[in-house]
């Protein structure tokens, strides 16, 4: 039985996680499913990519069943099975569209991090995003520490790892992480209208601005006014600049 596929809706992508009788825990067949839409990605036909669940929790990260086998391994044969999930944030952080996240019932652990590692968030009313490893005695991986740092207050990140406690896609929301608070069931509805949104608009363009806003994390001010510079130079010579300033002198949707 295969616990993970992608669904081809001609513009975008849709990544299910199909593993819903574990509450979407993280799979071989949810990376490959991953992986190979984060690849397909380049087509210049897709627009997005939405990373989605059945039954109605997003993902609950790793399988602890499939952990605690873990411990017959060698610390060099567990790093190895680590950088295999931190694989999968790298390939949606490196993704040419942006990518989006539709969140029901909550993300938990990894599952958390594969959310907040998408451009945009759209989650369900009641949903849950946890980091509680430390109740197996474990630490935050796939780059959640990260994502939890840049994204919330430093009392906040530490009162989700050190004390595991939930925190409300409500509450994301008021703090920005969130984009859409969605009714219950619909999270993947409003994803597609955002997918729809950015099928309308300038798919080169689009891309630079994802990696500029990446890399504006961890550059200087002064090596991002480069690469602004760099980047903006480029666009106003190409074929969607000439088309949007055209569009918007001649008062009229631009065709990209």
Do not use: W
């Amino acid at each position: 039985m295969t616990l993970a596929r992608v669904d081809d809706r001609g513009d975008r992508l849709v990544v299910v996680n199909m593993n819903s009788a574990r509450r979407g825990a993280l799979s071989p067949d949810l990376y490959a499913a991953i992986a190979e839409a984060m690849e397909r990605a380049a087509e210049p036909r897709i627009r997005a990519v939405i990373l989605s669940s059945e039954g109605g929790f997003f993902c609950a990260g790793g399988d602890l069943n499939v952990l605690i086998e873990r411990r017959k391994l060698s610390e060099p044969e567990r790093r190895s099975k680590v950088d295999l999930l931190h694989d999968l944030i790298r390939a949606i952080r490196a993704c040419p569209v942006p990518v989006i996240a539709a969140v029901e019932g909550g993300a938990a652990g990894a599952g958390a991090s594969l959310a907040l590692a998408c451009d945009l968030l759209v989650a369900a009313e009641g949903a849950k995003f946890t980091a509680a490893y430390v109740k197996a005695g474990l630490v935050p991986d796939a780059g959640l520490t990260s994502a939890l740092a840049r994204m919330l207050p430093r009392q906040l990140t530490m009162e989700m790892c050190l004390l595991a406690r939930p925190v409300s896609a409500g509450r994301m929301a008021e703090l920005g992480v969130v984009n859409v608070l969605a009714a219950p069931g619909d999270a993947e509805a409003q994803a597609h209208v955002l997918a729809d949104a950015l099928a309308q608009g300038p798919r080169g363009a689009q891309g630079v601005i994802r990696r500029l806003v990446a890399e504006a994390y961890e550059a200087s001010e002064a090596q991002q006014l480069d690469a602004e510079r760099d980047a903006m130079a480029r666009a106003a010579g190409g074929d969607e600049a000439a088309e949007g300033i055209a569009a918007f002198l001649d008062k009229r949707k631009p065709r990209f």
